[in-house]
């Protein structure tokens, strides 16, 4: 990313000098008549919005041959938007091409890894690498950059949307293409290609560029570094599409900021959003709640890492949910003030603008039963009071906008390689799971009311006293240099299973598991002993491991068994270790316990690396705590949600970089905000400085 994308933030047209958080959704005008358009923006006012994304899914309306133009309707809702001091968020409207244009050119509609062309009907049939594709995206975007920059509403970009969400992975010949240009700018040669997917297996040694497809359906396994690269290519693909338009808004409006919405959710993983984040002007993220009871925990997560990705720099909430979902399998609704309890979540990890998808719920279309903020049944409804009362909260807050999330002193290493690679196929499970495991982690920190970032590799890893990076399966020797270094200054590592089993090729470091970093913990594993799933292991520190196990040999006389195995083949051998190296640490925890058993195990880890809680006793695992600035979030994670009211008592110790008075803490700061289930407190001390 050039110098000049640096932390270009929203322009808001009207009030321009006041903070303010963002408010909005995702507004479709083209599915209503014009007349609904004057009760849209009346209502947007009621409710508080002052921001909406506009013409997402407008390509066909737009410009509909491949001459026309009707950009009349759209010069219409920007007027609108804008008369009503609403700023927008303009779409490049490239997500979804029109039928003239799929029709026309056939080429530019993915194929599956089964050689089956995707049709369209649906939305997002495009190949990342087509270059007619390509083509017409950029004329759509120059006409819409030309047109609209000038206009006031204006406030930023939104390039395509939620990129690579169907169509990550396209195994066209267009991609085979672009699959080997790409191979040959990282290998240079053949020679070095076939030394790093070990062609000298399987007979799969390639004499020519053009023999190299991407991974299609085989008869077995393909290739894994075939399949990793496969990964890395089809990111980067998408990546280089956000770069094209960006490009291009940038040269046409360079006053805009851009953006596009990242997938920071669930189990989307097909986007090294790592790699991705230094293309955007500010980072923005699309969230919807998972069911089930670690549901916030992931909400915070997701949040959590977006505010990392985002270097600790505000970033933009585009699209969550006022209630239910349209596309899972059973799509609940929300509980009275879970919607702002989820909204304020976000800001508290530092999102300066909650949006939803969508304004006002489609009465037809394959999205009509997916909730928004004026519901099917309209302004009179509990969602539309919600959604109102929301608006309201966030004029409060305005004073929050702007103020930077102060950093805990532990972190969760996320990192999407190791994602990718750990549950790649052929290994010695397929049900270890790369996300679950790191949102354990993150449940315990909450259960015992610790503080933890989840932050990428590219994050300043070595500012924390506590580093847990579960499942870090892919260690290049750079990497396994910088968690020597970290240890070596005072840092204190856990890992765990699985990690640093292979370097940036998928292949093993030899001499025993985990081989990358096994001289820093102390310890030696000959193999990997996965469980059934009928099968737990008893440890005697009172937790249970599933899932995997190993038996592990100390090798050096400074590595300490916490704990030991207690039942099987197992019993007596270490399951839990700790190599202390002068002030600091390197500990490993070799199966997977589960949340209730990881905090047991960090209860022992945090001490020593100096990581306490910051909430009074009593708050303790029923509350989150965030910091943005002088503000303190505490946020319910139960159900039904607990009324949070910051005791006399609170008073926050240990916040990273706070000039935190403690004596005037103590009177418990001054609540700004007090809701069901969230209460947020502005407390006597300057804007912390992150280290
Ligand atoms: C997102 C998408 C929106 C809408 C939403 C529904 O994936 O960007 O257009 O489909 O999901 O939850």
């Not at 690498?129 to 930023?156: D, I, K, N, W």
């Not at 209730?596 to 009593?618: F, I, K, Y």
């Amino acid at each position: 990313m050039g110098e000049h994308r640096d932390h270009r933030w929203l322009r808001w047209p009207s009030e321009p000098d006041r903070a303010r958080l963002g408010y909005g959704a995702d507004y479709n005008p083209e599915q209503w008549p014009r007349q609904v358009w004057r009760e849209d923006a009346r209502a947007m006012r009621t409710a508080g919005v002052n921001i909406v994304s506009l013409a997402i899914f407008s390509w066909a309306r737009i410009q509909p041959g491949e001459d026309e133009w009707d950009f009349a309707w759209l010069d219409e809702v920007m007027d609108l938007m804008h008369e009503n001091g609403i700023a927008v968020d303009l779409a490049t409207a490239t997500a979804s091409p029109p039928p003239w244009l799929t029709t026309r050119y056939p080429e530019v509609l993915p194929v599956d890894h089964d050689g089956h062309r995707l049709w369209p009907g649906g939305r997002q049939h495009w190949r990342p690498t087509s270059p007619v594709f390509r083509r017409h995206a950029l004329r759509l975007t120059r006409e819409l950059a030309q047109r609209y920059g000038p206009h006031p509403a204006l406030t930023a970009w939104h390039v395509s949307n939620e990129l690579g969400c169907h169509n990550v992975h396209d195994y066209s010949d267009d991609a085979a293409s672009a699959f080997r240009t790409w191979l040959r700018t990282r290998y240079g040669s053949l020679d070095a290609l076939n030394q790093a997917w070990a062609t000298a297996f399987w007979s799969q040694h390639y004499s020519d560029w053009a023999q190299i497809l991407p991974p299609r359906l085989a008869p077995t396994y393909p290739n894994p570094t075939q399949q990793l690269d496969f990964r890395r290519f089809s990111s980067d693909a998408l990546k280089d599409h956000l770069r094209a338009e960006r490009d291009l808004l940038v040269e046409l409006t360079p006053d805009i900021p851009v953006t596009t919405n990242f997938m920071v959710t669930g189990d989307s993983n097909g986007m090294d959003y790592a790699d991705w984040a230094g293309e955007v002007d500010f980072v923005a993220n699309d969230h919807y709640l998972a069911p089930g009871p670690q549901g916030y925990d992931e909400l915070s997560f997701s949040a959590n890492l977006t505010a990392n990705l985002a270097g600790g720099r505000p970033w933009f909430l585009m699209e969550h949910s006022t209630s239910a979902v349209n596309w899972r399998p059973v799509n609940l609704p929300k509980r009275p003030g879970q919607m702002i309890r989820d909204s304020l979540t976000h800001v508290a990890h530092g999102a300066d603008a909650v949006c939803f998808f969508q304004w006002r719920q489609s009465a037809a279309g394959a999205e009509k039963y997916h909730s928004a903020m004026v519901p099917h049944a309209g302004e009179d409804s509990d969602v539309f009071r919600a959604v109102t009362g929301l608006g309201a909260a966030l004029r409060t807050l305005a004073p929050v906008a702007g103020t930077t999330r102060g950093r805990a002193r532990a972190a969760i290493v996320f990192d999407w390689e190791s994602w990718w690679v750990a549950e790649l196929d052929s290994s010695p499970t397929d049900r270890l799971r790369y996300r679950q495991e790191a949102l354990d982690w993150y449940t315990a920190f909450l259960d015992l009311g610790l503080r933890a970032d989840v932050v990428p590799l590219t994050a300043p890893l070595e500012d924390y006293d506590l580093l847990v990076a579960p499942i870090l399966h892919v260690v290049p020797r750079p990497l396994a240099d910088r968690l020597r270094a970290y240890v070596a200054a005072g840092g204190h590592l856990v890992t765990t299973y699985f990690s640093g089993t292979v370097d940036e090729n998928n292949h093993v470091w030899l001499g025993g598991y985990p081989g990358a970093i096994r001289d820093l913990l102390g310890i030696r594993v000959q193999e990997f002993a996965p469980l059934a799933d009928d099968q737990s292991v008893a440890l005697d520190n009172g937790t249970t491991g599933t899932l995997w196990t190993e038996r592990i040999e100390l090798t050096d006389s400074a590595t300490e068994v916490l704990a030991r195995y207690t039942g099987g083949d197992l019993a007596g051998h270490p399951a839990l270790t700790r190599r202390v190296v002068g002030d600091g640490s390197a500990a490993y925890v070799s199966t997977r316990l589960g949340s209730a058993g990881l905090a047991t195990v960090l209860a022992a880890l945090a001490e020593p690396a100096g990581v306490r809680s910051e909430l009074p006793e009593d708050l303790r695992g029923r509350v989150e705590l965030t910091v943005r600035g002088p503000f303190r979030f505490l946020i319910s994670r139960t159900d039904p949600l607990v009324d949070v009211t910051a005791p006399e008592s609170f008073a926050p110790v240990g916040v990273v970089g706070g000039e935190f008075d403690r004596d005037q803490a103590g009177s418990g700061g001054t609540p700004v905000l007090q809701l069901r289930g969230v209460t947020v407190m502005r407390v006597p001390a300057e804007d912390p400085v992150p280290r």
